[in-house]
Nanobody, 122 residues
């Protein structure tokens, strides 16, 4: 089992920044791709960003391109999501997930964190 714990969420004004962290523990983390997803009230969980194990490939949903950056630190078993120029529509619970491939579908990820709330005020 892989345990994932997100942190770094909070309340921020529009235009501000937050950095989310996702710390992994448990079985070996080697080889896993990591993704960030978000879910707003009444909405389906949606893909935000993903990165492969070697950090050679990253993908973003169009609405966050040029504003969000996903990265990972193997030494710390941690993946990050740097979020800049935040907008009210970014408000959601953000989840990190681990899977075999850097894909966009939630069902392809085997392990999930508990989520962290991000609220962007206008």
């Amino acid at each position: 089992q892989v345990q994932l714990v997100e942190s770094g969420g909070g309340l921020v004004q529009a235009g501000g920044s937050l950095r989310l962290s996702c710390a992994a523990s448990g079985r070996t983390f080697s080889g896993y791709a990591m993704g960030w997803f978000r879910q707003a009230p009444g909405m389906e969980r949606e893909f935000v960003a993903t990165i492969n194990w070697r950090c050679s490939r990253t993908y973003y949903t169009d609405s966050v391109k040029a504003r969000f950056t996903i990265s990972r630190d193997h030494a710390k078993n941690t993946v990050y999501l740097q979020m800049n120029s935040l907008k009210p529509e970014d408000t959601a619970v953000y989840y990190c997930a681990a899977g075999l491939s850097p894909v966009t579908k939630p069902k392809e990820y085997a392990y999930w964190g508990q989520g962290t709330q991000v609220t962007v005020s206008s």
